[in-house]
């Protein structure tokens, strides 16, 4: 399983290598900063290069005998070290990167108050079952204190939302 | 004995009532303006820049470098706390130090922090006082060759940070390198991997990159294992730092106030480059690598250390030459001007009276920080109990807004959720996010000195190995990236600081 996991990263990165130098080639290297003689692409496609050179030999080990045979890693590492989720693991990892997901298209919309109340309570009562009551005073609690920081004291403006004039 | 003359009289100016509300208040502002993400020194006393209009040019100068001293800690504690960066320059304390709470060690690491962050500002003023005006001259003569060379430096560590795996950490760093390369180049300003998005001409914000790594991703990998309570393993137990472990760390904090302090004393290169070449040199010279990354309490040290000693570093050039060495000093530069006062050479002789109270109140504001920091090490550490749900949620409208308050643009907030997505596979895949970072911060500044300096020599690469100070940055560069590899070669039973290498090893087969 892990052999395959390394094997897609490393084509995954190999192919953003292959995007970089495409892309980094076709930049252009205006007369005036030729006499450095390295130009505005030439970095990147250095770096693009360290990314696919170690990319390769990650690829190439997954189709070692060794991590064939799924004894060992392919790259000789340890299995991950977070405990594997169960259903309801998984079921929180999603819902919480959806509501993530959601809030943050929301926010311009609804405004940063409305979007970020709505977005803990949501998160506290289906993530975490904490009751009604607990969810709402921490949504107010987290929102009224980082609106008054941030708006009223630093006078930075957080989203206030289409609907406001 | 002049110069503890004039420190005498700067402590029989501020050690009265009013001034030392000030000095309070500039640290109570600062620690709290350094907890919230996005928000850096520079925001805050640029913000607070206009309150001090009707104060006395002493009282303003010691509310703002109150205010700038006291924000190098603050970002330590959510760093620590929630693995959520409150400053760029206490980002690099996430990757050792949320490792320490997690271990229960939370008060440990916050308590380290807070006194390398004395030991490291005092160290600084010393500096400041004795041999800042010589050392301000000698850094001036830092060309792009020698900036090159000493961030090569700092960017081989990419090797020894990938803890698990050489290949994956070379990969993270590769990348991180790859992004920084997003935006106008700074040379010939030709755009570059923009894609034609026109958020992008500025380059992908660092910060933002960093709370999707750490915040978001730890957010949800913490929502998918869902243990009840945020703090994942052992007890908040060890509320300060045992002498052992102080002892363990002192050289730690030693080696962060001497690099912090001259890296701050570099013009544009600042407390964050200081922190993250701080956690490099602790990674390169720690007896057990794999302990990097995994709660070494010296990759906390050091650096906590550093941006400190930078914070103080920068106001060497400041006061001396009237040249700031950080965005923060450029700002304080507009404060003194509001009150007639140009730094410079001859701000000593002309000013004398005003800089040396302004020097004991750095000192004041240190062991008030340091008071301040250890007595709020219990209560802050009572938020790690609150329930995943609710922690996870508060986490991630912090990162929203963290991501927001950079440059009040949605772009960064959706960068934030990218990089999260991108940070917990990552975890998942165990691609170490440090060398990612480093790359990322360390990249830009690399490649503006590397060409700065080909311009310099019309092309010829000579330039590197004809200046002495650039030559033995390079050799060091060359000998740490060699060494791990070299040492890993070297047949099971000979001594190895590094176990994990392009060759796989034996027991492991």
């Known amino acids: 399983m892990r052999g395959w996991a390394d094997r897609i990263f490393g084509l995954a990165m190999l192919g953003v290598a292959g995007l970089w130098i495409h892309l980094a080639l076709k930049l252009p290297f205006p007369a005036f900063a030729k006499s450095a003689r390295v130009g505005p692409g030439h970095f990147p496609a250095g770096i693009a290069i360290l990314l696919a050179v170690p990319s390769l030999i990650l690829i190439a080990r997954t189709w070692t005998p060794k991590s064939r045979g799924g004894a060992a890693d392919p790259a000789g590492m340890p299995e991950p070290t977070g405990t594997p989720a169960g259903i309801g693991g998984r079921r929180n990892l999603l819902i919480g990167f959806g509501l993530f997901t959601a809030y943050i298209a929301a926010s311009p919309i609804a405004g940063f108050i409305p979007a970020s109340l709505a977005f803990i309570l949501a998160m506290t009562r289906i993530t975490g079952n904490i009751p009604w009551l607990k969810s709402a005073l921490a949504a107010l609690i987290t929102t009224g204190l980082l609106w008054a920081i941030f708006v009223l004291w630093l006078q930075i403006p957080l989203p206030a939302g289409a609907w406001r004039p | ?509």
């Open chain 2, 1 to 509: 004995m002049e110069i503890l003359e004039n420190l005498s009289a700067g402590f029989g100016a501020v050690l009265t009532p009013y001034h030392l509300f000030f000095i309070f208040l500039g640290q109570i502002i600062g620690i709290s303006v350094g907890i919230l993400p996005g928000i850096n020194s520079s925001m805050a006393v640029a913000t607070l820049l206009p309150l001090t209009f009707g104060l006395t040019a002493q009282a303003s100068l010691l509310l703002l470098t109150g205010i700038y001293m006291g924000s190098m800690f603050g970002g330590s504690i959510t760093s620590i706390l929630l693995r959520v960066p409150g400053t760029s320059t206490a980002a690099v304390v996430c990757l050792d130090g949320y490792e320490m709470t997690c271990q229960g060690r939370a008060g440990c690491a916050l308590g380290i922090t807070a006194i390398g962050s004395w030991v490291a500002g005092t160290f600084s003023l010393v500096v400041l006082m004795s041999i800042g005006p010589l050392l301000s001259q000698y850094a001036l003569s830092f060309g792009p060759p020698e900036y090159f060379a000493l961030i090569f430096l700092g960017l081989t560590t990419i090797t020894s940070l990938g803890s698990a795996s050489m290949v994956k950490g070379l990969m993270s760093g590769a990348l991180g390198l790859m992004v920084g390369t997003i935006g106008i180049d700074p040379v010939t300003g030709v755009n570059r991997f923009t894609f034609g998005q026109v958020e992008l001409l500025n380059g992908v914000d660092f910060i933002a990159v960093l709370i999707g790594l750490f915040a978001v991703s730890q957010a949800m990998a913490n929502l998918e294992k869902n243990p009840g309570s945020f703090c994942p393993v052992g007890s908040l137990t060890g509320l300060l730092p045992r002498w052992a472990e102080i002892k363990q760390s002192a050289f730690s904090i030693l080696r962060g106030s001497v690099l912090g302090t001259f890296v701050g004393i570099l013009p544009g290169a600042g407390a964050t480059t200081a922190a993250f070449l701080s956690y490099s040199l602790e990674a390169q010279l720690a007896k057990d690598k794999k302990s990097v990354g995994k709660g070494n309490i010296s990759c906390v040290a050091g650096p906590g250390s550093a941006d400190n000693a930078a914070a103080g570093g920068a106001l060497i050039p400041l006061l001396s030459l009237g040249i700031p060495g950080s965005e923060t000093t450029a700002v304080l530069i507009g404060a003194l001007m509001i009150h007639g006062i140009r730094p410079g050479p001859l701000l000593f002789s002309e000013h004398g009276p005003l800089v040396w109270s302004v020097i004991a109140a750095l000192y004041i504001a240190n062991c008030l920080g340091l008071f301040l920091a250890t007595a709020g090490v219990k209560p802050l550490t009572l938020i790690l109990r609150l329930p995943t749900a609710a922690m996870s949620a508060f986490i991630l409208v912090m990162s929203f807004v963290g991501g927001y308050a950079l440059n009040n643009s949605m772009t960064e907030v959706w960068i934030v959720l990218l990089s999260g997505v991108a940070g917990y596979f990552m975890k998942r895949l165990d691609v170490p996010p440090a060398p990612l970072i480093l790359g990322l911060v360390l990249g830009p500044l690399a490649e503006k000195s590397f060409r700065q300096s080909l311009f310099m020599s019309d092309g010829s690469f000579s330039i590197f190995f004809e200046r002495p100070i650039a030559l033995v940055f390079l050799i060091a560069g060359m000998v740490s990236l060699l060494l791990p590899l070299l040492l890993a070669r070297l047949p099971p039973g000979a001594p190895s600081t590094c176990e994990t290498s392009f060759a796989e090893p034996e027991e492991k087969s």
